[in-house]
């Protein structure tokens, strides 16, 4: 039986099983991007509640670990099967709190139940090797072990199923996992505990702490209980999680900031181009870390290319999320779209031509315009930055080699997108291109079979795959020998 929105609505910290306030009492206000009203309330927890979430953490793991997997696989099973059962309540309180459109939420609960419920079968063939051995009398066994206790941060863009890509490998091994939300969103990851615990999942396993990112993430990273950080978010505060976790050589996981180019040839077919490139850059009104930031499109097909795209943009339905038909909601937060006007009046004042939007919009709070912008050169600050906004920045290129130049010109290495019927041409770009992830005429890539991840600045470890299992394994080699 789906549960109400009003039951999954908890504004009560979760940790070792029970729901729990601040042990100062101190509450924070949520609001609504899309509206500025508060929704509710959480607790401005601190390190302490935070060191005894990883306690509990701790004291879980020797009899979660030593389950069977098929016993983890059946809880998670049934915890991926219950957010399917509440995938109505659970969009809405993503959109409340987030502000993407309510079809794209329950496409976002969707994917995490679906990683969960990948993660759960996975586990249960996370094989070990027995190696031909070097002396006579001995054996070499190779097992996989769970790391320990982990420690998750997450971000606010998809506030349940970057909790779900992480949770899912990691209890499904044996893991046990102490989560820190984003403050922007903290009800998606509290209506996950509230179905983790309705599934079964045992106290103490699945904690999740909520407030002061700066009192929460020292403990996260300096507990010398906790094995393993893994975080999303942006770069400079993954690093500096990184070099805190160095102090007591944590395993990492790090998924950090993107700077996508989206290349388009002079072969492509330019339809699938456009609608690929619009999702790409427009979900989440371009707040992901994986939206086109820099599109590149080939001199031959520039000028079509840029009025298609202009028209399908102008097709978007900029407002509140929950009302039908939106395909386009606010901006996070007030710093999130000054962010993207100070860069789009950077590079129009630098000579780029606005052929769509290019301001704020009429609704006013936190909506943009979806934009579209020709005549990029480089200088503007929006090809070096993250936009994480419904702007797409076009520049024209003439060759092969100049597009390869120009994508990898970038600290970043996430994800890269190429359109082009020349198969040879598609091999030779994914090869040439410095990113963990490149979709080859298709603008969207993340599923629970495959490695999500980047290379350079955009982080270590992927998430996903047989691979994303790997994050949450120690290898063990024993030698037996008196045999
Ligand atoms: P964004 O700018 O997209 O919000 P951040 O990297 O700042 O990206 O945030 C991603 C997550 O990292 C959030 O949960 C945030 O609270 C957390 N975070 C930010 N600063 C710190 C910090 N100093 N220590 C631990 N976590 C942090």
Request: negative net charge; contains cysteine; proline residues 6%.
């Amino acid at each position: 039986m789906p549960l109400d929105q009003a039951s999954l609505f908890r504004q009560l910290g979760y940790i070792d099983g029970a729901w729990v306030p601040a042990d100062s009492g101190a509450v924070t206000e949520i609001d609504d991007p899309a509206t500025g009203k508060i929704i509710g309330t959480v607790p401005d927890m601190g390190a302490a509640e935070t060191k005894r979430a990883i306690e509990a953490a701790y004291k879980a793991l020797p009899a979660w670990s030593a389950k069977l997997a098929k016993e983890r696989y059946d809880v998670l099973k049934r915890w991926a099967a219950l957010m399917m059962e509440n995938i109505e309540p659970l969009a809405r309180i993503m959109v409340l709190e987030q502000g993407k459109p309510l079809a794209e939420a329950k496409g976002e609960i969707t994917i995490g139940a679906a990683y969960i419920d990948w993660y759960a079968e996975e586990a249960r063939r996370s094989y070990g090797d027995i190696v031909p051995t070097h002396k006579s009398g001995t054996r070499i066994l190779v097992s996989r072990q769970p790391v320990g206790v982990c420690a998750a941060i997450t971000p606010w863009n998809f506030p349940s199923s970057m909790i779900a890509r992480k949770v899912g490998p990691a209890l499904a091994v044996g893991c046990t996992m102490v989560l820190k939300p984003a403050p922007q969103t903290p009800y998606s990851a509290l209506a996950l505990a509230a179905l983790a615990e309705e599934a079964g999942v045992p106290k103490g396993v699945f904690s999740v702490v909520v407030g002061d990112a700066a009192k929460i993430g020292p403990e996260l990273t300096g507990n010398p209980l906790v094995r393993k950080l893994t975080f999303t978010g942006s770069t400079p505060v993954g690093k500096m999680l990184m070099a805190q976790c160095a102090a007591t050589m944590k395993k990492l996981s790090l998924e950090l900031g993107g700077n996508a180019p989206f290349i388009v040839f002079d072969d492509a077919d330019v339809d699938a181009a456009v609608q690929g490139a619009m999702a790409s850059k427009y979900r989440n009104a371009g707040q992901t870390c994986i939206c086109a930031n820099r599109v590149f499109v080939q001199a031959g097909i520039y000028d079509s290319f840029a009025k298609k795209y202009a028209e399908a943009a102008a097709g978007l339905k900029v407002g509140n999320g929950l009302e039908a038909g939106i395909t386009s909601g606010p901006l996070i937060d007030d710093k999130a779209i000054a962010k993207v006007e100070g860069l789009v009046e950077d590079a129009k004042s630098k000579g780029a031509k606005v052929i769509l939007g290019g301001k704020r919009h009429s609704l006013g709070g936190r909506f943009y315009e979806p934009t579209v912008l020709t005549d990029i050169k480089p200088g503007m600050r929006l090809l070096d930055e993250e936009i994480f906004g419904p702007v797409a920045p076009l520049m024209k290129f003439e060759a092969e080699e100049d597009a390869v130049r120009l994508a990898n010109d970038t600290p970043f290495g996430l994800a890269a997108y190429v359109y082009t019927k020349d198969l040879g041409r598609a091999f030779r770009m994914s090869e040439a291109l410095e990113y963990g992830m490149v979709a080859v005429n298709e603008g969207i890539l993340a599923t629970p079979e495959a490695p999500f991840g980047g290379i350079k600045e955009s982080g270590v470890g992927r998430e996903g795959g047989h691979q994303g299992l790997d994050e949450y394994l120690e290898t063990k080699y024993t030698l037996m020998g008196g045999i």
